[in-house]
C-alpha cells in the first residue's frame, strides 16, 4: 500500500504548483467524463464489497488526475471515504485532488463549488499557504458578484476578507500587502467604482456616495471613485446656488412685471384725460352767427 500511495502522490502535483499543461484552460465536466469513460475501456470496477473494489477506485482516481480531469478524480474519492469511512490511507493524494478540483472550479466560474472542494482539501490536510491563495481568490470573485447583485455590504465585506488574506507574510514585509494581491483588489474595487458612477448617473447620490467611499478605502488612487465624490461635492454646493440664483430671477421678473404693468396702466390713464388747454380755448372762441 505504501508504494502504491508514492504511486498516486506522483500523479499530482505538489500543492502550490501548476498542474501538467496538457491542455489550456480547466477541463468542462463533459470532457472530464469523456476521459473516465476512455480509461474505463481498459479498468472495470469490482463489485462494491470485492477487496480490489477500493484499489481500483484509488487507481481510476490516479488515472483521472494524470489527465487533468481533477473534480472526477475527487467524485471517486468521495466514494472511497464513502465505503472505507476515512481517507486516511492517502491523505495527501485525496486533499490535492480536491485542491486541483477546487481550482478547476473557481477557473470556471462555479464559486460555491470551488469553495466547497477547497474546503473538503482544508479538513483533509490542514490550511496551508497554497489554500490561502485560493480563499484569497474567492474573496474577490465574492466582491464582484455582490457589485453585480447590487450588495454594497457583501462587496465590502469580501473586499476586507480579500485584504486580509493578500497581505505578505513573508520576512520584513510589515503587514503590507503582497504585489500579487493588489492588482486583484483593485480589479474588484474598481468594478465598485463602476457601480458607483451608474448609481450616480441615476441620481441615487447617497448609495453613489457610499460606493465610492468603500472603493477608495481599498483602492485609495481609484479615479472613477474619485470622480464620482467631486461630482457629488459639486453638486451639493452647485444646487442650492443654483436653486437660490433661479429664486432670485424668478423674484425679480415678477417685480419687473408688476411695476411695467402699473406702467402700461398710467399710461393708458393720461390718454385718456382730456386736453384742458383746448377745452379753455373753445370756451373762450366766438360763438358763430
Known sequence: MRAFCLVLLGALPALGQEPPAKSAGELS???????????RKELTLAPIGDPRYLDQLWELARQLTMRRAYCRAAKHLEAVEATAGNIADNRAFAAQAFFQCARTRLGQGFVAEA??????????????????????????????????????????????????????????????????????????ANKLAGWSHDLLEADNRELAARAAAVTLRFDPNNRTALAVQRDILFRAKLLPLAGSVLAAVVVAAVIFRLVRRRQLGHADDLEDEPDKTNVERDADAPEDL
Open 115 to 188: 469553495d466547497d472542494a477547497l474546503q473538503r482539501s482544508m479538513n483533509i490536510a490542514g490550511a496551508r499557504p497554497e489554500h490561502r491563495d485560493l480563499l484569497f481568490k474567492l474573496a474577490v470573485v465574492r466582491a464582484k458578484e455582490a457589485v453585480d447583485k447590487g450588495d454594497l455590504d457583501g462587496a465590502e465585506s469580501n473586499l476586507e476578507e480579500a485584504r486580509r488574506l493578500g497581505v505578505d507574510e513573508g520576512p520584513g514585509a510589515g503587514g503590507r500587502m503582497a504585489d500579487w494581491a493588489i492588482p486583484l483588489i483593485n480589479e474588484a
Open 29 to 39: 465536466d463533459a470532457q472530464e467524463e469523456a476521459i473516465e469513460a476512455e480509461i
